[in-house]
């Protein structure tokens, strides 16, 4: 089974700008989370999808936003790009099996200027 | 406010040694506890999960404490490698959402 892909793996934005990061879950797994990673905060959780809808949320701000599509793909959206927005994206999949494993894709790399 | 501590300060051991890791929480009554490692530049690949009502779980080299009175797991490496220079992660979930916390990790070195 291929494990979860995501793309783009690095990404260069300024300020001000939006981005669009895609994941691509294990065949079969219906819920896809997001979190970021910085050395700073370490991985946070953003939000969760499952069946197209957002079934968790963390706490960032509305300037995060995510969605799900009917194959379970999801992307996550960041509008108005901060330099602290600057980190590892690292999106997971979990399986219905064991619902509690975090499967992890190799995450994207954001770098705002 | 939920806290999970991980010390922050890198392990460094000597091949063949047992590394153990230390997790500690706070305010906080876990369903479950998992550890995760992570290589640089790599997401986090999950380990191992030991339930609340357990108080040990092993898989290899790998073996789990969870002692929900002192709110604090432990996770040893025995005849640790250097392949095994990494940072591990825990991370707790209290039930229900799946989704957990996770602490900020502590990076292991191992030295042949």
């Known amino acids: 089974k291929a494990g979860v892909t995501q793309t783009p793996r690095y990404l260069i934005k300024t300020r001000g700008q939006q981005v669009t990061l895609s994941c691509s879950p294990i065949s079969g797994h219906r819920s896809v989370s997001w979190y970021q990673q910085t050395p700073g905060q370490g991985l946070q959780f953003l939000f969760e999808y499952f069946s197209e809808t957002q079934r968790n949320k963390g706490n960032f701000p509305g300037r995060f936003s995510g969605r799900q599509f009917s194959n379970s793909r999801s992307e996550m959206n960041v509008s108005t790009l901060e330099l602290g927005d600057s980190a590892l994206y690292l999106c997971a999949s979990i399986g219905a099996g064991a619902q509690e494993t975090q499967y992890f894709g190799p995450g994207t790399r954001l770098l705002v200027l | 406010s939920q806290k999970i501590e991980q010390n922050s300060e890198a392990l460094n051991i000597q091949e063949g040694k047992t590394a153990t890791l230390t997790c500690n929480y706070t305010n906080y009554s876990p369903a479950y506890l998992q550890w995760y490692r992570q290589d640089p530049g790599r997401g986090p690949v999950f380990l191992l999960l030991?339930?609340?009502?357990?108080k040990e779980k092993r898989k290899e080299r790998l073996k789990v404490t969870f002692d929900t009175t002192l709110k604090q797991s432990l996770f040893h490496i025995t005849a640790s490698q250097p392949a095994d220079s990494a940072t591990y992660l825990c991370?707790?979930?209290?039930?229900?959402?799946?989704?957990?916390?996770f602490g900020r990790g502590t990076s292991l070195i191992v030295h042949p």
């Open positions: 991370a707790l979930e209290k039930g229900g959402s799946y989704i957990p916390t």
């Open positions: 030991i339930r609340e009502n357990e």
